[in-house]
């Protein structure tokens, strides 16, 4: 058959009558020739019309949130320019008479994307490694058990499942890894505390270096989410040990990561939401390891799975039957005396029965003694581990130093990089009751150079981020320096007569509660505006 090319053919083989157009074409020929011009005149007319359309459409507003060097955000309502660049999706126009079948996604589906710090997930996923186990199938059969495990404390409580230490009796050592390419190595060793083979739950505590040496540092461990916080479709990760990666004969691994869904759910005794049901692969060693969110939250414990013919189905305690299991140990350690505490005035915000803000009386940024700094750069050089340099000789504006931002538990050398944060932001600030204020007391607390907790300089993204947010709904995210944080909002708000909303104060509370047993409300105050090296080993990451 002879080949047949749809683009030099002068017949259009997709018409559909092609035989009555081609008897009729000769006789139309002159008559086409005479249309042609005048067409090609209305198709410009028709065209110029349309771009004289375009260009006169009216111009819509957008919003522009316009962000300040602070913690305010101010909106204003802006024309688009007229000059404006348009990025589109690239196309491809197919021409009509090959009339291929080809099929262009509409959308695309968005991939989660996991917001924690791997090397966060490695210091609190861990080998759980026990000598002396009797072997069920082989009388006097000893054997290693392995498994993985999870630090739910800060003074090195482990959740782990019991299979994995089911008829041992020798030392239990916990083995941790430095980064996903070195392999697992015995760093610690461990007591059994607690131990439930009906729930398949078993906790232990760190008790010495594998050198012998006593604990002495506090361990990162897991915050854990509510299974009623999850729903179907929700993304998960499991961290784990698992042996499939190994030669079968040494416990030393790499640490593995497989991903899947949130499947569905199962009651278990007193429990709605007793197993979380996955399709994420878990195989022997991962279990007792970490089920996560995507934020890096404790969601569950990789447990047992199951094959249904040519489909996985895995099983996952939920992080509910955990906390509850190990809350005698882990509420008992966490537990802060709150005597010290001044308590807030708790008292909701009625927006309509208060002055509106305005940013304005606060008078930010004044440079109060007249030496041409104003206090943002005050703050700067308080603030500045070394001595700073400035923009030019006139020695108004700083340009690099070195600052400690608590925040994120990293220095920075550039000015350019920071915002000075007011730690009470002035909105917040305004509907806690400082909207009564007197503009003088309202210019005092926005420029206040004599508390160094009250002005800080961070990272501007990390200021603007937390904008007027309080902390029931922002957080730094250096959950070290939660206590201190919380520490600091509560006095500040206390010494200047603020009070706070119930979810504020229960959010304080929750932050409290991170703080290790040493760390006292008072050890929060700062009497330099520089941390001491002791709080910066503690804070940094």
């Keep these: 058959m002879d080949s047949y090319n749809p683009f030099t053919n002068t017949e259009d083989p997709f018409e559909e009558d092609q035989s009555a157009e081609t008897s009729n074409e000769s006789s139309n020929t002159h008559l086409y020739s005479l249309l042609r011009p005048a067409a090609f005149y209305v198709f410009l007319i028709i065209v110029a019309i349309g771009i004289v359309s375009v260009f006169m459409r009216p111009v819509p507003d957008i919003v522009v949130v316009v962000e ?169 990760e499991i961290w784990g040990y698992p042996s499939s990666r190994g030669d079968g004969i040494t416990y030393s691994l790499n640490i593995n990561l497989t991903k899947g869904t949130v499947s569905g759910f199962e009651q278990d005794t007193n429990y709605k939401r007793g197993w979380i049901v996955t399709d994420a692969d878990i195989s022997y060693g991962n279990s007792g390891g970490a089920a996560l969110d995507t934020t890096g939250k404790l969601i569950g414990m990789p447990t047992f799975g199951v094959t249904e013919g040519a489909s996985w189905i895995g099983y996952l305690r939920t992080s509910d039957v955990l906390e509850d299991w190990a809350s005698d140990y882990l509420f008992e350690e966490k537990a802060n005396d709150f005597s010290g505490i001044p308590q807030l005035e708790i008292k909701e915000v009625d927006l309509n ?39 030019n000789s006139s020695s108004c504006f700083v340009s690099s130093g070195k600052w400690f931002d608590p925040y994120n538990g990293t220095f920075y050398f550039f000015s350019g990089d920071l915002d000075v944060d007011h ?36 990272n501007s993204f990390t200021n603007r981020e937390k904008s007027a947010y309080g902390p029931e709904d922002w957080k730094p995210d250096n959950t070290k320096y939660w206590c201190e944080y919380a520490y600091d909002w509560i006095r500040i708000k206390y010494e200047w007569g603020l009070t706070a909303t119930q979810r504020e104060w229960g959010a304080l509370l929750e932050m409290i509660e991170t703080c290790p047993k040493d760390f006292t409300f008072e050890d929060a105050i700062n009497n330099s505006h520089i941390f001491s090296d002791e709080k910066i080993e503690r804070y940094k990451h």
Excluded at 134 to 141: A, G, M, V
Excluded at 371 to 390: A, I, K
Excluded at 430 to 451: C, P, Q, T, Y
Aim: net charge negative.
């Design 68 to 236: 300040n060097r602070d913690d305010e955000i101010v909106n204003e309502v802006l024309p688009i320019s007229e000059t404006t660049t348009t990025t589109t999706a690239p196309t491809t126009t197919l021409p009509t008479t090959l009339a291929p079948t080809t099929t262009i996604p509409q959308t695309i589906s968005s991939i989660p994307v996991s917001t924690y710090n791997q090397e966060e997930i490695l210091k609190k996923t861990v080998q759980v490694v026990v000598n002396g186990c009797l072997s069920s199938d082989q009388e006097n059969t000893f054997f290693t058990g392995l498994g993985s495990g999870v630090l739910v404390s800060s003074s090195g409580h482990i959740l782990t499942n019991a299979h994995v230490l089911e008829n041992c009796s020798g030392e239990i050592h916990i083995a941790t890894v430095q980064n996903v390419d070195t392999k697992s190595e015995i760093t610690y060793t461990a007591k059994l505390l607690k131990i439930d083979s009906n729930l398949d739950l078993a906790l232990l505590l760190i008790t010495s270096h594998i050198s012998g040496y006593v604990i002495s540092e506090e361990f990162d461990y897991f915050e854990m989410k509510s299974s009623s916080d999850l729903q179907l479709g929700e993304s998960l």
């Design 353 to 391: 029965a208060i002055p509106k803000y305005q940013r304005e009386d606060w008078n930010t940024w004044d440079d109060i003694d007249s030496d041409c700094q104003n206090t943002r750069h005050e703050v700067l050089q308080l603030e500045s581990y070394v001595s700073v340099l400035f923009t």
């Design 423 to 458: 730690f009470i932001p002035l909105y917040n600030a305004h509907i806690s009751g400082a909207w009564s204020w007197s503009i003088e007391k309202k210019v005092r607390f926005a420029n206040n150079l004599d508390d160094p907790d009250l002005l800080l300089a961070v």
